[in-house]
């Protein structure tokens, strides 16, 4: 579960003295989740690393936290001793087990992003002790999709798809090719949750036995609407699709109107 180097672990087992070159002593390092929901934080991932090769990792960092007092002041700690040098903090929550040291989150082709929320810093640890605050971010879009219909019917299925099919450590995306098809329920709702985006890419297509009905410019429509990708904490979106008159029209979480469009096809 843990992967320390050899040189961190003589360090820790012969401890430093006053006399010794404290330079080579290790960092007694916290991560204070204080600011993170109980919720989150219970299904946290941990992965630390060092220019000299140090890697740390815990998939299941809840586990090891510890409540102290800090100046009164109940804090929610974790903590990992580490090699005084620039640490790269990366805390991963809801990565549906798809969360690599190396590589961060891949989206395998045909399944949606899942509700990640994330935290990257890069930490000057070189004293005895230091703390981090840890910040989730959400980094995935839910977009609930309502397709309209006068007669209720909906036999078909709408497909997702983009070029965007990863989260790295550090939160940026990898470029890769993302698809997710979904059949609508009863009400013709359903939804697709996408990573952070690069562009305006996205597109939604209405198939039906395999064959491409309607297509719609997902991407575009909702960067016109201002929606910003590059936002810490991404919003969600609602579209509703009037499938007999094309019309789209785009909700945005936090705002109080739409932004309506009709589709030329």
Request: aromatic letters at 10%; a negative charge; charged letters at 25%.
């Amino acid at each position: 579960m843990l992967m320390v180097t050899a040189m961190l672990a003589a360090a820790v087992s012969q401890g430093c003295s006053i006399k010794e070159d404290r330079s080579m002593c290790p960092c007694s390092f916290d991560l204070d989740f204080s600011q993170v929901e109980i919720s989150l934080a219970d299904a946290t991932e941990v992965s630390i690393g060092a220019a000299d090769g140090f890697l740390y990792y815990d998939p299941d960092a809840g586990e090891g936290m510890v409540e102290e007092f800090r100046d009164g002041v109940p804090s929610l700690l974790y903590n990992v001793i580490v090699p005084k040098s620039t640490l790269k903090v990366s805390v991963v929550c809801e990565s549906g087990y798809l969360f690599s040291t190396d590589t961060g989150i891949s989206i395998p082709l045909g399944e949606e992003c899942p509700p990640v929320f994330m935290h990257y810093s890069e930490v000057e640890a070189y004293s005895e002790r230091c703390t981090e605050q840890v910040r989730l971010h959400k980094d995935y879009c839910n977009i609930a999709i309502r397709m309209l219909s006068s007669d209720g019917d909906y036999p078909f299925e709408l497909t997702v798809s983009g070029n965007v099919n990863g989260i790295n450590p550090d939160r940026s995306v990898t470029e890769g090719d993302f698809s997710y098809t979904f059949v609508p329920d009863m009400y013709g709702q359903g939804d697709v949750r996408v990573p952070r985006q690069t562009d305006s890419s996205l597109i939604l297509q209405i198939r039906e036995d395999g064959r491409i009905l309607r297509e719609f410019a997902l991407g575009e429509y909702i960067a016109e609407t201002g929606y910003k990708w590059t936002d810490d904490d991404l919003e969600d979106i609602e579209v509703s699709i009037d499938y007999a008159h094309t019309y789209i029209t785009i909700d945005v979480e936090s705002w109080a109107g739409s932004f309506e469009y009709e589709v030329v096809i």
